[in-house]
T-cell receptor
Framework: AQTVTQSQPEMSVQEAETVTLSCTYD???????LFWYKQPPSRQMILVIR??????QNATENRFSVNFQKAAKSFSLKISDSQLGDTAMYFC?????????????FGQGTILTVHP | GAVVSQHPSRVICKSGTSVKIECRSL??????MFWYRQFPKQSLMLMAT?????????EQGVEKDKFLINHASLTLSTLTVTSAHPEDSSFYIC????????????FGPGTRLTVL
């Protein structure tokens, strides 16, 4: 079984500052995928960033980057130059691959508020 | 690209009636779609995997006779909540992965079901 844990129920940051959201996971699979999804008040799930476990290099998408520590099973999200539009609930998710390919296990979520 | 739609976006029904929710991939084909359920301010929980041309597979604890899933084509999956009760009130979200090589789920905008 897979588990994903987000230990920060809520976070806040000032506009233009940097914030890091934490995520740890557990799986016995080797070829898995990790994701960060954003859910704004509209509740539409939006992909922020993805990481393949076999890649050592941390994924980056514009202001969003991850710190993927495979041995520690840690996958944190760093948001630089925070913007008001970043206010949302953020979910860390794991696709364990193999027979579970495509099935996502989500963390509990972190509500991020960006203050002007 | 990779747009998933859901219909209806909101539905209110009386206890004991059945409600059908449609999930469509608009610009890609998907042999597999997934249905999630989300309670307010909580995470997404996978309910079932919808397989085109074959029976859906349900997660542990999900009643297959209550949540009927039909994946009639490569672009359409439906979830029917049968004999709905107030405890079935929730936000239902579908997701799909393009057939060709992608390993990222794209989510529909969700359907809010309220059972009176």
């Amino acid at each position: 079984a897979q588990t994903v844990t987000q230990s920060q129920p809520e976070m806040s940051v000032q506009e233009a500052e940097t914030v890091t959201l934490s995520c740890t996971y557990d799986t016995s699979e080797n070829n898995y995928y990790l994701f960060w999804y954003k859910q704004p008040p509209s509740r539409q799930m939006i992909l922020v960033i993805r990481q393949e476990a076999y890649k050592q290099q941390n994924a980056t998408e514009n202001r969003f980057s991850v710190n993927f520590q495979k041995a520690a099973k840690s996958f944190s999200l760093k948001i630089s130059d925070s913007q008001l539009g970043d206010t949302a609930m953020y979910f860390c998710a794991l696709d364990a691959g193999g027979t579970s390919y495509g099935k996502l296990t989500f963390g509990q979520g972190t509500i991020l508020t960006v203050h002007p | 690209g990779a747009v998933v739609s859901q219909h209806p976006s909101r539905v209110i029904c009386k206890s004991g009636t059945s409600v059908k929710i449609e999930c469509r991939s608009l610009d890609f084909q998907a042999t597999t779609m997934f249905w999630y359920r989300q309670f307010p301010k909580q995470s997404l929980m996978l309910m079932a995997t919808s397989n085109e041309g074959s029976k859906a597979t349900y997660e542990q604890g999900v009643e297959k006779d209550k949540f009927l899933i039909n994946h009639a084509s490569l672009t359409l999956s439906t979830l029917t909540v049968t004999s709905a009760h107030p405890e079935d009130s929730s936000f239902y979200i579908c997701s799909a992965t393009p057939i060709a090589g992608a390993d990222t789920q794209y989510f529909g905008p969700g359907t809010r079901l309220t059972v009176l």
